[in-house]
């Protein structure tokens, strides 16, 4: 439909750029403000990484810091604590999920459907800038007489409840934030539900839009538990409760006088939102990679519903296994093993994608392009990623391992390495759809292997950490003599995650030159199917001049009978 059987496209740089109701612009928004805390979430960890690597050392021109017989360091113990919450909390609320959810989502779950817009507009909006506010509150809190938070990503209670006032604005920013995703939730789940152009049934959707929409029911169904945790926990804080403070807790010399509360109460309430967590966070990535495989190979996926039964399989399954987070904190044997159970059983429907994923590239056309590449090492990091997994799983190996290193490496190849590939994936897939530009690909190819094979050096090493018995949250491996020996193995992986942060520029640079200077893209550069590549590069303000009909499934690829190895959704010929 054009757009002049709507109102005009808004003019003036607040009403099209800053406050837009269009999609494309808000998922821009997500975008460009979730790489910005990106950068910043990495920035914190490699202070992290600098203090593990060279205890002892500080930065050139800060002197030597020893406070109270400390062994000298970049940074004090309390600020340590800081800097490793705020790198968790910035990355997983404030990064990834406003990337892959609201930035990418936002941009393509209507154009992959044939919708004009999202459901709501203005409540998409609202929904971007109340993301907003909630990160300026976390950022606020680095500017507190006593810093920001202090008492990890997961704020376990008794300690969170008793924290200086960081605390309380990390309590305050997420439930503002949960006020965001709530928003953001119900519009996706709408829009598919509600708009989707004539001909497009639900089996008939790219990948993409079910991994967008199942994140969106797993978000509007987890987000409850955790905003009732932070809500009971600033309560706790500020009015005199106890759900999370025990009786009789000591508090610098003095008894706290209060009934008596329950700190694993907490740890149900966080958990029970922190494992869909994991996969509100790699399922639109799964989603996304699937429809670069398929394009790239020139083949359909293979068992396409089978794909989605095992997205809504892990997602229900998700639900289920909370409890393994909490092996290690007294939890009854005959409870551990049905949540040990339960956590096993959910490998089987990520195993199913991932065979399926190679099924598709199995005696394809494949064109190794970038976004192809970065697929590819997508599958090798969840590979491992989730073959570690079964290892936490298991609540005896599991006691052992629970809070050491092995627990990180598992954590960042499934939740960095899984969603950084599929972000960059994403961008090198969609740039030319977003801005009509080719994004440089020899740029891209040198950008890909060497964040490949240094994101490898960084955290595979971890294991063998793990395996070793050091211990995660440790501020100076020296207070570990027996782990001394380890040393050189912190020395090169703090070394190498410089490097891999010095290597995004390559990735940065590629983005913004391809914007302004890049090749112009054709509407489907890349000869796909799905419904998005069928309008202009980059889109008209309502999308299509025409709404589409669409007359097949998304991965009609190399077809005996077609001279052209693609069939567009809209094609109306008979396959």
């Not at 994403?426 to 040198?446: D, H, Q, S, V």
Request: hydrophobic share 50%.
């Amino acid at each position: 439909m054009s757009d002049s059987a709507h109102h005009a496209a808004p003019q003036g740089f607040l009403r099209k750029w800053v406050f837009s109701v269009d999609h494309k612009i808000i998922g821009l928004q997500y975008l460009f403000t979730g790489f910005a805390f990106l950068v910043l979430g990495t920035l914190l960890s490699l202070l992290i990484r600098w203090q593990l690597g060279f205890p002892g050392k500080s930065l050139p021109g800060m002197g030597t810091l020893a406070p109270h017989g400390m062994p000298n360091g970049v940074m004090l113990p309390d600020f340590y604590h800081m800097a490793f919450t705020m790198h968790a909390t910035i990355m997983i609320f404030f990064a990834v999920i406003p990337i892959l959810v609201g930035g990418f989502g936002n941009y393509l779950v209507p154009l992959m459907i044939g919708a004009e817009d999202m459901a709501f507009p203005r409540l998409n909006m609202m929904s971007y800038w109340t993301y907003v506010v909630s990160g300026i509150v976390m950022l606020s809190s680095f500017f507190t007489e006593t810093g920001a938070a202090k008492a990890g990503w997961f704020a376990y209670a008794p300690l969170s409840a008793v924290e200086p006032v960081g605390q309380t604005f990390w309590i305050v920013s997420l439930m503002i934030l949960a006020v965001s995703s709530l928003m953001g939730s119900i519009n996706f789940i709408t829009t598919v539900l509600n708009l989707r152009a004539p001909g497009m049934d639900l089996f008939r959707m790219p990948l993409t839009v079910w991994a967008e929409f199942i994140t969106s029911i797993l978000l509007l169904l987890a987000l409850p538990s955790l905003t009732v945790g932070v809500a009971c926990l600033l309560l706790d804080r500020v009015a005199g409760t106890s759900f999370f403070l025990p009786a009789g807790l000591i508090i610098g010399g003095n008894t706290l006088e209060r009934s008596g509360g329950n700190p694993l109460l907490w740890q149900h309430l966080f958990w029970f939102f922190g494992h869909p967590e994991v996969y509100i966070v790699i399922m639109p990535a799964m989603g996304m990679i699937s429809d670069v495989i398929s394009t790239f190979s020139r083949r359909p996926i293979f068992g396409y519903k089978g794909m989605v039964y095992a997205l809504c399989g892990i997602a229900g399954l998700g639900f289920i296994v909370w409890g393994h987070h909490m092996f290690t904190s007294g939890m009854n044997p005959t409870l551990g093993t049905a949540f040990m159970m339960s956590t096993v059983v959910i490998a089987v429907p990520s195993a199913i994608k991932t065979f399926n994923w190679l099924g598709t590239m199995w005696r394809g056309s494949i064109r190794f392009k970038a976004p192809m590449l970065c697929a590819v090492g997508f599958i090798s990091m969840f590979i491992i990623g989730g073959l570690t997994g079964i290892f936490c799983a298991v609540t005896p190996v599991d006691i052992y391992i629970h809070n050491t290193y092995f627990v990180i490496g598992h954590f960042h190849f499934m939740m960095v390495g899984g969603a950084l590939f599929g972000m960059f994936a994403a961008t090198y897939y969609w740039i030319p759809k977003m801005f009509g530009r080719m994004m440089n690909e020899t740029l891209a190819r040198i950008h890909i292997a060497i964040t490949f094979v240094l994101f490898n050096f960084v955290f595979y090493p971890m294991f063998i950490l793990g395996i070793s018995g050091e211990p995660r949250r440790l501020f100076d491996p020296n207070f570990y003599p027996g782990l001394a020996h380890l040393q050189p193995i912190r020395e090169f992986m703090s070394v190498c995650a410089i490097l891999m942060f010095c290597t995004q520029a390559l990735f940065i640079f590629n983005i913004f030159w391809s914007i302004f200077r890049g090749e112009k893209a054709p509407a489907n550069p890349w000869e796909s199917n799905t419904l998005e590549w069928t309008t202009s590069s980059p889109p008209p303000y309502y999308n299509y001049e025409k709404v589409p009909t669409v007359y097949r499934g998304p991965y009609e690829y190399s077809k005996p009978d077609r001279s052209s190895d693609w069939f567009p959704q809209t094609d109306p010929a008979k396959g």
